[in-house]
């Protein structure tokens, strides 16, 4: 007869039988060995037989509220890991993603099995490669916490900014892996730069502001005609200068001058050629007054010029200057060369009796201006008193 080879589940089932019978001979020994003890020690070990019985119910059930405990710990595991605000993930040093957090997928509307063993450049914004590069760099040479700010990309091609947080640390095994943190902020980057904007367009209008306001101030204390100060911006600057040389007992001249014959010249070359001789005059008085010399229009064809720490005759040389250089003029017209004389009054202020106010020069200035007409004009003539009696 041939012979048949035993199964794996028949040699089972034999050795069951035999570790059943070796039991069933230990327990018959057991019993021998009881029928020979007395009936104190029957009891004692019936009694350690019990205790041990609650020892092992206890152990039990200290078992069974630790496997209660452990599916609670992870319950609250996969709810701060997991369910977290923020991205959690692991890279290797070669950069790829060893594990990551649910909030991760979702960020990236990747399935989280999609993302493991990935490299975490894949998702990085092409433009922003750089920055993500020398992050890791940074965190790999110095193994010091790095922060960067970069864009990265979503699994249907849109973008968002991201914060991430990543610090260097070992894994069981003893590798260097990275725990980063990350963190969406496109919706603060959109208000940094909504406020970038608002900022720049405040900087825009306070410019055009100033300018506006530099352009107001310039109209306000500037001829309009021949780009020197007005009569109103004249007497603010001529009464802190009165001022100070009535403190400091200083000296201060003033002289008046107006163009011969104007109004001839306009009746017969035209305003137009009247105006273009009253810039050429303004221009070519300006060349001959030193730096701290005020010169103004005082109105129509008359000029005044303030003249701080000179006296009438100091600032004599000056007034003349300025009439032999506008006689020399020309300006050249349809009907020939044109030229214009001036004719120039000065004054200076007074100590004893004192001055009351800046005026009072001025008056003076305009007698002294008002004689050098009478003598025949083209000449400058500085005040003396017997001008107050024949011009009161």
Known sequence: MKKIKNSPHSSAVEEAAALRQRAEEALQMQLIDME????????R????????????????????????????????????????????????????????????ANLMSVDRSKLV???LSRYILSEDADIYYQHRKKLIETGEPQVCELRMIRKDGTTFW????????????????????LSEMTELKQ??????????????????????????????????LTGLYNR??????????????????????????????????????GHAAGDRLLVMAAQTAAAQIRSVDVLARYGGDEFVVLLP???????????????????????????????????????EISHAPVDENVENVVQRADKALYTAKAEGRNRTVIYCEHMQERYP
Not at 36 to 43: G, K, M
């Open 162 to 181: 991201a914060r991430m947080e990543a610090a260097a640390t070992q894994n069981a095994e003893g590798d260097p892996v990275y725990r980063t943190v």
């Open 309 to 347: 720490q000179a006296s009438a005759q100091k600032a004599l040389p000056i007034a003349e200057r300025i009439r032999t250089s506008i006689e020399a003029m020309r300006m050249e017209t349809g009907k020939g060369p044109l030229g214009i004389t001036l004719s120039i009054g000065m004054a």
């Open 232 to 269: 109103r911006y004249f007497f603010e600057l001529a009464a802190r200068e009165f001022n100070a040389a009535l403190r400091y007992q200083r000296r201060l001249a003033m002289l008046m001058f107006d163009m011969d014959g104007l109004k001839q010249i306009n009746d017969t070359f």
């Open 36 to 43: 020979t003890i007395s009936q104190n020690e029957t009891q």
């Open 117 to 119: 063993n990935n490299p």
């Open 45 to 104: 070990v019936l009694h350690e037989l019990r205790v041990h019985q609650i020892e092992l119910e206890v152990q039990n059930e200290e078992l069974r509220r630790a496997q209660v405990e452990l599916e609670a710990s992870r319950a609250r595991y996969f709810d701060l890991y997991d369910l977290a605000p923020v991205g959690y993930f692991t890279l290797s040093r070669q950069g790829l993603i060893l594990e990551a957090n649910l909030t991760v």
């Open 191 to 224: 208000a940094e730069e909504t406020l970038l904007h608002s900022k720049e367009m405040l900087e825009l209008a306070n410019r055009e502001l100033e300018q506006a306001l530099a352009r107001e101030q310039q109209l306000a204390s500037t001829d309009g």
